[in-house]
T-cell receptor, first 107, second 114 residues
Framework: DAKTTQPPSMDCAEGRAANLPCNHS???????VYWYRQIHSQGPQYIIH???NNETNEMASLIITEDRKSSTLILPHATLRDTAVYYC????????FGAGTRLTVKP | GAVVSQHPSRVICKSGTSVKIECRSL??????MFWYRQFPKQSLMLMAT?????????EQGVEKDKFLINHASLTLSTLTVTSAHPEDSSFYIC??????????FGPGTRLTVT
């Protein structure tokens, strides 16, 4: 019962912005959009979350469409250390992970 | 952000033995903790939700008698894999939820059953 759809993989050049899309067309009004990432053999790391407004923090920006059916995570200046699997999750309760997007940042 | 630790970070045990994994919230109290399992090249799968002072809620297909969860305090939850078999070899990850509904993950425990 996947609630989000993400591309399985993406590449990005070092120093460029990485834009990771996520579709969540069945999102409910009280569900937040969360983004986590997992670097190989580590626990997931929180990146950002939002409800309907765009959000920005020191790691990334989150752009949520007005109908809330999709969102984009933006890493403004990707580095090699941003290579990871990125998970988009919609939740109001427990956190359930989909397949995520494997982002590879290349020199 | 809040810190969640796990111990041990990796463990090797023999088939038929039991192994306990600890999950601690270091700088906050967590009334709810979660246990996940991740097989190679797969995503995290939620195994169970653990509430302090009550019985854990297991996801469908997860054997509660095999994966014993104890959440005896607001900062500690333990997962015991009983009578481990090679197919239980996996990466086990816990997470803890703050009172503000934020969820932080531990670094994971790699279990290898020989």
């Amino acid at each position: 019962d996947a609630k989000t759809t993400q591309p399985p993989s993406m590449d990005c050049a070092e120093g460029r912005a990485a834009n990771l899309p996520c579709n969540h067309s069945t999102i409910s009004g009280n569900e937040y959009v969360y983004w986590y990432r997992q670097i190989h053999s580590q626990g997931p790391q929180y990146i950002i979350h939002g409800l309907k407004n765009n959000e920005t923090n020191e790691m990334a920006s989150l752009i949520i469409t007005e109908d809330r059916k999709s969102s984009t995570l933006i890493l403004p200046h990707a580095t090699l250390r941003d290579t990871a699997v990125y998970y988009c999750i919609v939740r109001v309760g427990d956190m359930r992970f989909g397949a995520g997007t494997r982002l590879t940042v290349k020199p | 952000g809040a810190v969640v630790s796990q111990h041990p970070s990796r463990v090797i045990c023999k088939s038929g033995t039991s192994v306990k994994i600890e999950c601690r919230s270091l700088d906050f109290q967590a009334t709810t903790m979660f246990w996940y399992r991740q097989f190679p090249k797969q995503s995290l799968m939620l195994m169970a939700t653990s509430n302090e002072g009550s019985k854990a809620t297991y996801e469908q297909g997860v054997e509660k008698d095999k994966f014993l969860i104890n959440h005896a305090s607001l900062t500690l939850s333990t997962l015991t894999v009983t009578s481990a078999h090679p197919e239980d070899s996996s990466f086990y990850i816990c997470s803890a939820k703050t009172i503000w509904d934020e969820q932080y993950f531990g670094p994971g425990t790699r279990l290898t059953v020989t």
